[in-house]
C-alpha cells in the first residue's frame, strides 16, 4: 500500500488564475489582431469545417505570424509571459495553502499543485508562478530546426484533460508513461479523495464531473463584477458538479481562501483517520487490508 497523504489542488488557468485567455495578454497583440476577431474566426471555421476548436486556434496562430512575418520561437513564448495579468491573491496563494496545510496537518500531510489547461504549454512556462507547480500540462507546439513554432505537438481539449488527472492520480506524469494498465486504488500516489479541481465554467466539466464522481472535490470560480459567470458557477452548484463556488479573490480571508481551507481540513483529517485505522489493524496482528 502506497502511503497516500498527498493532496494535489489541480488548476484550471484561464479564467481561475487569470481573467482573460492567455493569448489575450500574449499572442494576440504581438499578431496584431483583436480577440474578437480572432476568436470570432476560430468559431465560424470550427462550425464551417466541424473541426475541433483547439486545433483550429492552434493553427490559425502560425497561419497569422507567417502572413505577418512574424516569427515566435519558445524565448518569445515564454518572454510574452511576463505580461500576464492573475486574478487577486495568486501570487501568494500557493505559499500560503503549503503553509496552511504544514500546520494543519503537524508537518504529516504534503500539498502539491498542477495546472490542468487548453492554452499553451510554452507560454504558462515563463509564468511569474511557474516555480509553484509540480507539472503544467497545456497544448504544446513543435519547434523546427530555427526554433520556430510550426504545428501543434500536444493538443488538451475539455474532455482530454481528464488524462491528465488520471497521470496526477496514478503518478505517471509524463507522456511516455502509459496510464491504461489496472493499479490498484491503494496504490496510487493521489487518491481523487484527496484532489480539489480548481475551474471557473463549463470547459471544466469533464475535470468536475470526473473528480467528484471519484470522491474528490471541486470548486469554481467567476469574476467578482461577473453576473453571467457568476450563473454559470450556480448552475454548476445546482447539478452537483461542484461542493462550492466563489469569486475569484486568492486573497487570505477571502469566502475562496475560507472554502478550501474547509476542504483542506476535511482531507487532512480523512488521511489521518485513514492512517489510524491501518495502524489500529497493524497492532492488532490484522492485515491493513482486512
Not at 33 to 45: K, L
Not at 47 to 62: F, G
Not at 220 to 243: Q, S
Amino acid at each position: 500500500m502506497t502511503r497516500q497523504n498527498t493532496i494535489a489542488l489541480v488548476y484550471d488557468f484561464d479564467g481561475t488564475l487569470s481573467p482573460q485567455p492567455m493569448q489575450e495578454y500574449t499572442l494576440l497583440p504581438k499578431l496584431g489582431i483583436t480577440p474578437d476577431e480572432f476568436w470570432g474566426r476560430v468559431q465560424r471555421e470550427s462550425a464551417e469545417t466541424v473541426s475541433e476548436k483547439m486545433l483550429v486556434y492552434m493553427r490559425l496562430v502560425l497561419e497569422l505570424a507567417q502572413e505577418r512575418h512574424v516569427k515566435i520561437s519558445r524565448r518569445d513564448f515564454r518572454a510574452m509571459a511576463a505580461d500576464i495579468k492573475y486574478f487577486p491573491g495568486v501570487e501568494d496563494w500557493f505559499a500560503r495553502i503549503n503553509t496552511y496545510v504544514k500546520a494543519r496537518s503537524k508537518g504529516r500531510v504534503k500539498v502539491v499543485h498542477y495546472i490542468i489547461s487548453a492554452g499553451m504549454k510554452e507560454i504558462l512556462e515563463g509564468v511569474s508562478i511557474r516555480r509553484h507547480f509540480r507539472q503544467i500540462y497545456a497544448s504544446e507546439y513543435h519547434f523546427n530546426y530555427q526554433g520556430i513554432a510550426t504545428f501543434p505537438k500536444v493538443l488538451i481539449t475539455d474532455t482530454s484533460k481528464t488524462q491528465y488527472l488520471f497521470r496526477v492520480n496514478k503518478g505517471r506524469e509524463t507522456l511516455n508513461e502509459s496510464i491504461n494498465e489496472h493499479m490498484p486504488e491503494d496504490d496510487r500516489p493521489i487518491p481523487f479523495h484527496n484532489m480539489i479541481y480548481v475551474g471557473d465554467g463549463m470547459t471544466d466539466v469533464p475535470s468536475m464531473a470526473l473528480t467528484k464522481k471519484n470522491g474528490g472535490h471541486t470548486i469554481a470560480v467567476y469574476p467578482e463584477r461577473g453576473e453571467h459567470d457568476r450563473a454559470v458557477c450556480v448552475n454548476l452548484l445546482a447539478a452537483g458538479r461542484v461542493d462550492f463556488i466563489a469569486p475569484a479573490d486568492y486573497r487570505a480571508r477571502s469566502t475562496l481562501a475560507r472554502r478550501t481551507e474547509l476542504l483542506l481540513d476535511a482531507m487532512i483529517a480523512n488521511i489521518a483517520y485513514r492512517t489510524e485505522t491501518e495502524a489500529c489493524k497493524r497492532d492488532n496482528g490484522l492485515a491493513a487490508d482486512e
